[in-house]
Every structure is written in structure tokens, then in C-alpha cells.
């Protein structure tokens, strides 16, 4: 495993700007953005996915800096992660197009002018909530246009607020739908309902503690935020895991990706009305989930990644586990063909929120999502870890349609690949020696830089330890990356795409919010 590196510091923060643009330029892709607060100073960090690796490269502000030079005009992939740290910070990028709320409510004075198209400036503190409710409560309150912000104006438009509370077992988003009708010219989204201040629970915690909270940030990937906090510490302490620990760690991390493409089938099969797929695939999530159970006591797969290896042997034999993937196989195979052979099916699918390669590759479009517009950057082939470069993982076909149906074709694609991963570790796994199943992992205070490949993709962990403990953890979730592309990709869609058009980008919003 590579030495942690340390970041490259920049002398100001339009050098930083300059940089990144070049290296992105050169062929690297940007890979997040965020803030850390230090005495006197706030460190804006940036990473950057290369073939060697993630290179981070960072400039200081001074602590009292009310704004800087926005990157969003210059990088538009970094329009969320700014809006993230004024909301973090209260630090303003100058120049942003829309520094509206992400992660955190509106409350108390705005940060900066905002701009109503029909209202015009929309400045100074934001009016105490009339709570009707209350004794003394008003008779009358009049709703305050910029609690439902609008974007686009003209005859007959109005919003659609669509959560945060759906039907369903869904997670809390707000979707405010901007519409005439049926169009969607429109689409904002309030993320804010699901932030937890996962950031600051790292803080003060000790480094093999993090793991217990790195694998709750993002529950339907909760394998891929352990192996990439893991990654980070082993890369710190310069170890490696045990062969046989390896293996293990790929068996969890491709049943997770199973899971999950297979809700993602479970979801758009719902959308169209198709109780039995919907009742097929869900079935065959709650058997993959039993397996993980089964294997390890936990559905998601908790507990089994620690700093320098996993923490124990499958509880199924090698033997016992080859016959479970191969009758999954089976099963979701068929049932994948026959729902691919349902033309209702996929003239829904066809043509629906269709994201168009170049701006997949201008975003550094991850997983799935980036994949079926022609881009990809799987971390399992491009920046290999644990045993993925040794089971002979090749790239799967090209996808370039960009649309509902290319991401499924891009699931499938990538279940076929699990599956034959499934295989290959049982296989090592029977005829493994015994041995030691971690190596002592005691990371020297420091920092790096860990990842993994998710389901939903690429997953960071920016680590640093202090005194034996975690003074700061920046998880990076695709879905963060992701979701902002939703804005996008509604072009010639009406409403009863909606469904289709989020469930095909297989995202979390606990990975989102933070």
C-alpha cells in the first residue's frame, strides 16, 4: 500500500483555483472540495483522482475571511461542495450562481443578497416563523416566497413541494418541482431533512472507534465507508491486510453492491406497476441480505472491517457460500432477462433523464451514473485495493446512451462482475492456509486519504489524527457528487418520469447530507 502522502499547500487561494483547473485540464478529475477550521486560518481542501492515487491540494484563508474567489464559475463540479461550506463555515464564494442553503436549513440572518425573479433582491434577516399555533398567533400568515425559491417564471408556472415525507420507505428529501403542468423545467432540492453532523461525531473519537461511525454514515453502503476510513488509517500506519482478509473484504464489498443494484431494480420495477419483478427482486434483496447475515451476523455487513483486516472468518463455509452465489445467479439472471424483455418496461426507461457524456465527464461523473454516459473511473480498476487487483476485475462493455435504461444495463453489467468475484473469492477462500486475519494497525499521528468503490461509486475518507485521536474525518460520499445532476437531467421529461429518473441514479441521501 502507498505511503500517505501529505497534501500539496498552495500559496493563496486563486493559485489553488489555477492548479486545479490545469490538473483537470491534464486529465485528472476533481474529486471533492471542503473545509477544515484551524487556529487562525480555514484550509479549503481539494482532491484530485489520479491513476497513482488521490492528490490533495489545499490553500489557507485567514480565520476572520468573510469570502473568497468562488471555483463553482471555473469548476462547475464544485457548485454543492461550495454551497456546503458557507452553510459549514459562513464563508461566502464570491461569485457563486446560486449559494442557496444545502445541508443545513435556512435560519437567522441570510449570508448573502439572494435574488427572487419576480420579487427582486431578497436581503436582511428572515422574519420569525408565525406559528399559528400558538396563543397569540397570528389569524393570517401569509407564505414567505423565499421559503420556496423560484427559478423560472411565465405563465401558469407554480411549485410542486414533493417530500420531505413520501409514501413509502424512503429517505427525507424536499424535491421542489418547478412546472407549468407537466415539463419539468426545474428542479431544486432541499437536502437538509437528513444531516446528522457526522463531520463533528468523528472529532475527539479514538481511530479504531471511527470505524463504528464511518459504517452508519451511509447504511446501503456501509462495507464501502468502512473499507475507505480503513484505508485512510493502514495508509497511516504504512500495513497492509493478510491475504485471507482481503478476500473477505471483497465478499462483503460485492454482496453490498448486489444489494443495492437489486433495489434499484426493486424501485424502477415499482414504478412501472410491475408487482411480480418488484416482488421477484425484493426477494432476491432479502436473500442476499440473509446471506450477509448469515456470514457475518449483520444484514449490512457491520463489524467485519477493521483498521489492518477484518475482525473474523466467514461464518459459512467456503463450500456453503459457492453454492449460495450460484443459485443467486441463477435466479436474478433469469429474472433480470425476462424484466429486460418487457418492452413497457423499458419504453419507460428509454430516453428518461438522459445525462449526456460530455457533462458526465465535465462532473467526474461516479458509478453507475457515469458509467452509462460513457465515463468511468471505478476505483476497483483505476486505483486498485485489498485483492481486486489479483481477481482479474476487467471493465465492463461501454454504455453511452446516458439514460434510465443504460444505468440499469450498467447495474446488470456490474452484478454479472460481482458475481464472478463471489465465485473467484469462495474458490481462494477453500483452499486458504489459516493465518492471521489483521495486521497491527497503529497510524502515527498524521493524515491521508482513503477510498473505495461504493455501489453508487467512488467513497473518500480525508483522515487526519492528532494526539492519538480524530481531529478531523471528511467522508465523501458519491451520492453527494451525484445527486446535483439530478438537477440536469429533465430535459423533455414530465412528472410521471420522476420515479424512473431517481430511482435509476441508486443514490443515498444519509451519504448526501452528511
Known sequence: MPAAASAEVVADVPALWAELISEVAAGARF??????????????????????????????????????PALTPLLGAAFWYER???????????GHPRLEPLILPL????????????????????????????????AIAEPDPRALPRHVVGPGMFT???????????????????????????????VFYKHRGIEKRFEQLRAADGVLLAERT????SVAHALAYCHALERMAGVQ????????????????????????????????????????????????????GRLCGSRFGRGVVIPGGVSALPAVSPGDLLAAVGRLDREVTSDAAALMGTASFLDRLRRTGPLPPQRAREHGALGPVGKASGFADDARLARPYDAYPSLGLRPAAPRRGGDALARLRVRWDE??????????????????????????????????????????????????????????CRPRSASFHNLVLMHEVFAGDILTDFPFIEASFGLSLAGVAG
Open 31 to 68: 474529486a471533492g472540495l471542503f473545509g477544515t477550521a484551524r487556529p487562525g486560518q480555514l484550509l479549503l481542501s481539494a482532491h484530485l483522482a489520479r491513476p497513482a492515487g488521490i492528490a490533495t491540494l489545499e490553500a489557507a484563508l485567514p480565520a476572520a475571511a468573510a469570502s473568497y
Open 84 to 94: 456546503e461550506i458557507a452553510d459549514l463555515f459562513g464563508v461566502v464564494p464570491a
Open 107 to 138: 435560519t437567522g440572518p441570510l449570508v448573502l443578497p439572494l435574488t427572487d425573479p419576480l420579487a427582486g433582491p431578497l436581503t436582511g434577516p428572515r422574519p420569525p416563523r408565525p406559528r399559528p399555533g400558538m396563543p397569540g398567533g397570528p
Open 160 to 190: 410542486i413541494p414533493h417530500g420531505p415525507v413520501r409514501s413509502g420507505v424512503v429517505e427525507s428529501i424536499e424535491y421542489l418541482v418547478e412546472t407549468p403542468g407537466e415539463d419539468i423545467p426545474h428542479l431544486n432540492m432541499r
Open 218 to 221: 451511509e447504511g446501503i453502503a
Open 241 to 292: 491486510p493478510p491475504r485471507p482478509a482481503a478476500l473477505i473484504r471483497v465478499l462483503h464489498a460485492e454482496l453490498e453492491r448486489l444489494a443495492c443494484h437489486l433495489d434499484v431494480a426493486v424501485r424502477l420495477a415499482d414504478a412501472a406497476g410491475l408487482a411480480v419483478a418488484t416482488a421477484r427482486f425484493g426477494w432476491h434483496k432479502e436473500q442476499v441480505l440473509r446471506l450477509v
Open 415 to 472: 452484478v454479472a462482475q460481482s458475481f464472478q468475484l463471489l465465485r473467484q473469492v469462495a474458490d481462494e477462500l477453500s483452499g486458504a492456509a489459516g493465518g492471521p486475519l489483521s495486521a497491527a494497525c497503529d497510524p502515527v499521528d498524521g493524515r491521508a486519504v482513503g477510498w473505495a468503490e461504493a455501489p453508487q461509486g467512488e467513497v473518500l475518507y480525508d483522515v487526519r489524527i492528532e494526539g492519538g485521536q480524530l481531529t478531523r
